[in-house]
């Protein structure tokens, strides 16, 4: 039975060696790519829901002050 020298062997050890770490690299790279694909919705719909309670605010005070102006303007038109 032919066995392989024990340079080639060392050969073939390394290049299986090799060829796992490359295997196992491409694994971690899809691995980090889904995980971004994940949180890039999270972090979108967060950004989405702090702009609309900032809007919510603005719409609030702008309510607010032109209440205010027509109530102003409804005293002022009928003070004597």
């Known amino acids: 039975m032919w066995q392989p020298s024990g340079r080639r062997m060392q050969a073939l050890r390394n290049e299986l060696f090799s060829t796992m770490k490359a295997f196992l690299s ?18 979108t ?25 027509a109530v102003h303007t409804v005293v002022y038109t009928f003070a004597p």
């Open 45 to 69: 719909a967060k950004n989405v829901a702090k702009s609309s309670v900032h809007t919510a605010k603005n719409v609030g005070h702008s309510v607010v002050k032109g209440t205010r102006r």
């Open 26 to 43: 491409i694994i971690v790279a899809f691995a980090i790519s889904i995980g971004t694909i994940e949180a890039g919705p999270v972090t």
